[in-house]
Structure formats: C-alpha cells, structure tokens
C-alpha cells in the first residue's frame, strides 16, 4: 500500500467527505481548500495539483472510491487504530564533518570571499563638483551593506562587525552606519549587485548542469490600504518585492535575478534569466512549473541546448509546432519518466528557503530602489555560502575571484 492510499484511508475516517449537488467533495489534508472530485473508473477527475500533473488517480479519488465501497457493503468507517501507518519518510544523508566545519567558519570565510568580489569594482562617477565630505569608496561600501543584511543586525548593532572586518583588512575606510543605509537606496548600485550575483555563481559553474526557474515575494514594513466599497470598511495588506530567479538544482547556486513589479507575470521571465545564465553555465535541463509554459519558452531553452521540463496544464493541446508535439507527447505517454526530470524544480523552492530562512522573508528597507537592493543583497550573501558548502564538501575552490590565502579547515 503506497503513500497515496494510505492518505485515502485517513481521510475516509473523518467527515472531509461530502455529497453536495450532484457531486463529491473532498477536504484538503494541509488546508482549508476542498476539491471537487468526479471517483468514476473509466474518467476519473481531481481539481487538486496532483491529479492535474500525474494524470492518476489522487489520494482523493482513491478516498471517494473507499467510501462508496464501505457504503455498499455496510461497513462503518475505519477507527484510528484500524488505519494503516505511513512509511518512514525517506532522509538522506549529511556529511556532517564537512558540514559542520563549513558552518563554524563560514563567517570567516564570507568576510574574506566578500573583500575579494567587490574589490575590482570601480568608483561611481561623482555627481557634482562641490566640496564636502568624501564619498566611501565603492568596495567598502558595497562589502559593508551585503554584510550587514548578511548579519541580519540593524546598521547600528552591525558596527560591531564592520570594525573587526576592518580591523582584518577587509575595507579600507570604515563607513557611518547611515552610509551603509545610503548605498542600498542609490539606484546606480543595482546593476553593480547583479553583477556581483553574476560573479558569485561562477566557481560552481564547472558543477550546475541543470538549473530550475521560479519566484517568490518577501514581505515589507509598508502596507497598502483601500477601501472595500462591497462591505464598507477600510482593508489592508502588506506591500511586498517579488523575486524571479534562476539556480542551479545541485548546489543551489543563483544564476539570474529580476525584480520587476509585484503583479508582473512569471512567464516572460524565463527568457531573460536563462539566457543569463546560458552566459556563463551550460544549459542540459530546465525546469518550471505550469505558470511559466509557453511555446516561445520551450523554444527558447532547446536553443540554448537543453531539455525544457515543463508541465502541460488540463486544457493544453497536442497541436504546435514540432517541439511543442515531442514535448506533450513526452509528458502524457511517459508520464514518470517527465516528472522525475520535473521535480528537479523543488530545488528552486528549496533555494528560496535557505535564502529567506538564514537571511530573513522581509526587507528592513523603505525606499522602492533600497528594497529591491537589499533583496539582491540577500541573494548575494546566499551565492557565497553555497560557494563556502561546495567549498567543504565537494572540494570546489573558487579560485576565480576568491583569494588563495584562506583554505579550508582539515577534517
């Protein structure tokens, strides 16, 4: 008995089963969301994301189908101790060693790798010839304001760690916590970051083959309200930046980043961030979900030589051009065999996690232009410490931007 049926059987022992008009509908397990379900043996239908990628039946289906068969035969439905247990959920193993050394000296690491990346950048041009206090110059700046959002303090109780770091070398001039806060709001700075995504990716280029595409929004201190003219009251939510990227699927590595407005549509960015990372990485499979399915996308990742893994939705046609046909046909007739290359794509999601969970699911900054950098930032910080993890546990030394002087701590 798989995983799928033994979900079947707890549901059919509460009442997450209805009959209403006409038609069963059965309770999502994790949400509030109920789905209508058709348990017929000749067309079965789900409304659930299961049953709309596998194309089999779902634990839904399966529960229906139980329930009408107790019904028939008069059986009550199953107590607790009547249901099947679940497998063990399978792990996989850690290199805790390796682990743990990257870990307790990552910190160090960071500081170094950090100095060396933003070392070669030039000065921003001078925006006037007046007197004043001197501007920061750009690595020190720059090496300041990624390690504060890495730090996740506030820029006050960073200043702690900018005077050790510069202590050790890593800035020559130690800025004023409010400068630290002025370079993320110069709009001239964003390019200068993504950039430094860019570079940041390229020690672990000789190991990402497969990269997966997907976006996530981090939330704000800004709020937008309006008023419900329906039901009369004031409404209100939190404003929030949405990220697009790309990464690789091995060590999570970010490739491409684009900010764009907060309703923009998933679809049209696949194209900028993989020929992005086609620049620097070779392209084999890639990988996204329903949102991003379109002809010119699939195009787009077979020219650039890979094998593009995206999911056909309900109402999709076999009709297109050829590539469009093989695909499609790909996906219904060797259904398992897609979605073992498709789940790849959990890794995007992981990597959006690592990044929100080490390096927090908001931005601290007020300003349109400040947040969208601190989010790069982010996005930065995470790049190194997946170069620091490949650095221990695959033996990978970034030796193209990152000083020899540091190697890692024998085991």
């Known amino acids: 008995m798989d995983a799928r049926e033994i979900k079947a059987w707890e549901l059919t022992g509460d009442v997450r089963i209805s009959f209403v008009n006409g038609s069963w509908h059965v309770h999502s397990q994790t949400n509030s969301d109920r789905y209508a379900v058709n348990p017929s043996p000749t067309a079965p239908f789900c409304a659930c994301d299961d049953f709309q990628l596998r194309g089999q039946p779902c634990k839904h289906i399966l529960a229906v189908r139980l329930l009408l068969n107790r019904q028939i035969n008069g059986e009550p439905n199953p107590t607790p101790d009547q249901i099947p247990q679940r497998e063990k959920r399978k792990t996989y193993t850690q290199d805790w060693a390796n682990y743990n050394l990257a870990q307790t000296h990552e910190k160090d690491h960071f500081q170094v790798l950090l100095a060396d990346l933003c070392r070669p950048l030039p000065e921003l041009p001078v925006k006037g010839t007046k007197g004043g206090r001197p501007t920061v110059p750009i690595a020190s700046a720059l090496f300041s304001s990624i390690f504060k959002v890495y730090s996740t303090f506030s820029a006050r109780r960073f200043m702690s760690d900018l005077r050790v770091s510069h202590e050790r070398g890593h800035i020559t001039q130690l800025p004023c916590y409010n400068s630290v ?26 190991v990402e083959v497969d990269f997966a595409v997907d976006s996530s929004g981090f939330s704000t201190s800004r709020f937008v309200r309006w008023f419900d003219q329906k039901y009369g009251s004031i409404r209100s939510k939190c404003d929030w930046v949405k990220c697009h990227l790309a990464c690789g699927v091995k060590t999570n590595v970010v490739t491409a980043v684009r900010i764009e407005d907060k309703n923009a549509a998933d679809c049209p960015q696949l194209k900028p961030l993989m020929q992005a990372t086609a620049e620097n990485f070779t392209v084999r499979e890639a990988s996204a979900d329903k949102a991003y399915l379109s002809n010119a996308n699939l195009e787009l990742i077979d020219g650039l030589g890979g094998v593009p893994f995206i999911p056909f939705k309900v109402n999709s046609q076999e ?8 695909m499609y046909h790909y996906f219904s007739f060797r259904r398992e065999e897609f979605l073992q290359h498709y789940h790849k794509r959990s890794n995007v999601e992981s990597t959006f996690s690592m990044i929100k969970a080490k390096f927090r699911d908001n931005v ?3 300003s349109d232009t400040a947040m969208v950098n601190e989010v790069l930032a982010k996005v930065i910080c995470h790049n190194i410490c997946c170069v620091i993890s490949a650095w221990y546990e695959l033996g990978i030394e970034p030796s193209y931007w990152a000083s020899k002087e540091l190697a890692p701590k024998p085991i």
Do not use: F, M
């Open 364 to 366: 601290r900054a007020k």
């Open 181 to 206: 806060l002025r370079y993320l709001e110069n709009p001239a700075v964003t390019p200068i970051l993504h950039e430094l995504i860019r570079q940041s990716s390229l020690p672990l280029r000789s």
């Open 319 to 326: 009709d297109g051009p050829a590539l469009w046909q093989r």
